[in-house]
């Protein structure tokens, strides 16, 4: 189970999935950094948003 205090945790509506798609897209630039892929990685699994 994920830290009550995550971000991820309080991401249930489908508008909120949308804004965390949009803030993976604008990681892009970023996305070889260990804690951007790790970010992305948990969004994917845990919320089933592309990037």
């Not at 803030?23 to 994917?44: C, D, G, K, S, Y």
Request: hydrophobic content about 40%; charged content about 30%; cysteine-free.
């Amino acid at each position: 189970m994920s830290d009550p205090g995550d971000i991820l945790t309080r991401v249930q509506s489908s508008r909120a999935k949308d804004y965390v798609s949009e803030f993976n897209a604008a990681l892009a630039l970023w996305r070889r950094e260990p804690a951007v892929r790790e970010f992305i990685h948990r969004t994917r699994k845990e919320l089933g948003v592309a990037a």
